[in-house]
């Protein structure tokens, strides 16, 4: 890849959108293996100086603006826990906003690069309300000005605790050895504790955007133990706010157990601009360009560097009382959040992982473990509501991801995803322009700065995701269904789930949940497609106590016309291309006279024959 262009076209685009749609996958996942998205460098000077400059620079300024700390004065960002207060409430603002994880051309916002705001704030865009037909005053899937004055009002809720002016800790309540602190007072975190879970009723996209299960933990327990009145209860803030991070890590670390995660590492580690050869690139798959299943040596990464490194370490760092163990366990979660960085994977979570890296140091290093630690608390009982508050999102959403969106069930970057592609007749494409706020990405890309796109480079730039998708697990059975029910795959324009979300909602950060039956059907309800026009294959997160993966087949204009279920073990043994044929899938409902169309060129033993 070039620092002003991308990385050339594997094929001549105008050749490329011509051939069939295997192959089309086998050329772009075998380019994706030596040079990921081919993002030109300069995108990804503009993240790290956003990433820097607005996420840290700006943020530190606030906390130092309102509080004692010294902007110029780096020793004192690590020590005082105002600055982790106030970086939580700025992230979760930019989040909301859409200059946080979603935005840019590595999440889908070509031009322009920012999704949410542009969405929530105006009346007609489409909303998705978790449970509309249970919780009253919530139904319906249009934005009104209602909507509108609360979002306004979320993110009038997170200035106002920016703005605050922090209110130091009286000395006799600080522990021997430890500086004057500051902390901002309880009651400026009530608004957001109120608007964001309201907001989150009415749409959950809004709610998911912000990060919620990473940085409401954060408010919640500065509004309940930031009322310091005993040197006990400011060591109990400081050991619940090392609990909130353990907990992510762990639940984080728990999620990349079985086959999926593995799959993630290459395509990651591909994607990263700081790998210095391609050969190391190659390193991560068994025969490149051959042979695109993950290697030893990324199977290593993911279980060694990552499952392991996420639940063991955590753990050491919760349990310690020493002091250089907690500066090494720090220091090794720093190295493994700034290598996630380093990756620049879709959907770019960037500001969260230096973060965490950060509050590490300040947790475990600015504040000596022997002091707070868990064998400390000042009342033992408490810390079992805090843990079973924080870990109730991950256990029921291992056990029942149907349930529970894959952020907090702590899946982050897992593999472990529901997921869809989109099969669109010709045309379909550019009416999804019709949708309020939403101009399709191909148009998105034929207007970019400072070289528009031809028609045929864009359609090769989009579909670099479906190959993308195909290098993971789920993808192999996301495909398979495409190419066992449509006989006129050739003919429709196939898109990544996720590009078709955060074109259409603002926002995705790799949750299926945004993009199920319910998103299509309020598509088809503003657009009126005929049967077969739009035909999704999407699929559920495995359960950590199951082998399989349960699908649906979702015709726009008919809603679900079939269940079933694969074997991960079937994904994960094929290649992207699935050269062999589809994986086995195995229908368990079928809606009233629906029935699969043959794919052409595939045997009917291929086939569920039951369903055929």
């Keep these: 890849m070039g620092f002003i262009n991308p990385s050339p076209p594997p094929v001549e685009p105008a050749t490329f959108v011509r051939l069939p749609l295997r192959e089309r996958v086998r050329i772009l ?163 957001i504790l109120v608007l964001m879970p309201l907001m989150g009723l009415r749409d959950k996209v809004v709610f998911l955007a912000a990060r919620s299960e990473q940085y409401l933990p954060i408010m919640l327990f500065s509004a309940l133990f930031g009322t310091i009145a005993s040197t006990a209860d400011f060591v109990d803030l400081v050991v619940v706010f090392k609990v909130v991070i353990c907990v992510v890590w762990i639940g984080a670390g728990v999620s990349k157990l079985g086959a999926h995660f593995e799959n993630v590492i290459p395509p990651m580690v591909s994607n990263s601009p700081a790998m210095p050869g391609r050969w190391i690139k190659r390193l991560h798959y068994r025969d490149a360009p051959h042979d695109l299943r993950p290697s030893r040596v990324a199977w290593f990464m993911a279980h060694v560097g990552g499952t392991a490194v996420e639940i063991i370490v955590p753990v050491t760092l919760l349990l310690t009382t020493d002091a250089t163990v907690a500066l090494v366990g720090a220091l090794v979660m720093l190295a493994f959040h700034l290598f996630i960085t380093s990756t620049f994977p879709l959907a770019v979570p960037l500001k969260w992982n230096v973060f965490f890296g950060f509050i590490a140091i300040v947790l475990w290093v600015g504040f000596d473990p022997g002091t707070y630690n868990i064998w400390s608390f000042s009342e033992p009982w408490l810390l079992v509501p805090v843990f079973a508050l924080l870990t109730f999102g ?147 997160s495995q359960p950590i106590h199951r082998r399989t993966q349960e699908y649906q087949v979702i015709d726009a204009a008919l809603g679900v016309v079939e269940r079933g279920t694969w074997n991960v073990a079937d994904c994960v043994a094929q290649q992207p291309w699935l050269p062999d044929g589809p994986v086995p899938v195995q229908a368990t409902w079928t809606a009233e006279g629906y029935v699969r169309r043959r794919t052409l060129g595939v045997a009917p033993e291929q086939l569920d024959g039951s369903s055929v």
């Design 29 to 191: 996942s075998t380019h994706w293996a030596d040079d990921g998205f081919g993002t030109p460098r300069v995108l990804h000077v503009v993240y790290v100086l956003k990433m820097l400059g607005l996420y840290f620079g700006v943020g530190i300024w606030i906390a130092s603006a309102t509080s004692g700390i010294a902007f110029t004065d780096v020793g004192s960002w690590y020590d005082n826990i105002v600055v982790y207060q106030k970086l939580a409430v700025w992230l979760m603002l930019l989040e909301v906003i859409g200059l946080g994880g979603a935005f840019g051309p590595l999440c889908g916002h070509f031009r322009p690069m920012v999704g949410n705001i542009r969405y929530w704030i105006r009346p007609g865009t489409i909303r998705m309300a978790p449970w509309g037909r249970r919780v009253p005053f919530t139904g319906g899937d249009e934005r009104t000005w209602f909507d509108v004055a609360l979002y306004v009002g979320v993110l009038a809720s997170l200035v106002y605790p920016l703005a605050a002016q922090a209110e130091p800790v009286p000395s006799q309540f600080l522990p021997a050895g430890t500086g004057a602190q500051e902390l901002v007072p309880p009651q400026y975190f009530v608004p």
């Design 394 to 540: 991950p256990i029921l959403g291992n056990l029942r991801p149907d349930l529970v969106s894959f952020l907090p069930s702590m899946r982050q970057y897992a593999g472990n995803w529901a997921s869809a592609v989109w099969a669109m007749k010709p045309g379909v494409e550019e009416r999804l322009n019709e949708l309020p706020g939403v101009e399709n990405q191909i148009d998105q890309l034929q207007r970019m700065l400072p070289t528009p796109y031809e028609r045929d480079d864009a359609d090769l730039t989009l579909q670099k995701t479906i190959a993308w998708r195909a290098m993971h697990s789920q993808g192999r059975g996301l495909f398979s269904l495409l190419y066992t029910h449509l006989d006129d795959i050739e003919t429709r324009t196939v898109r990544e789930g996720e590009l078709m979300c955060t074109t259409i909602l603002g926002f995705n950060f790799g949750d299926g949940h945004l993009h199920d039956a319910r998103l299509i059907a309020a598509v088809q309800k503003r657009l009126g497609l005929e049967p077969g026009d739009l035909v999704v294959m999407w699929v559920e």
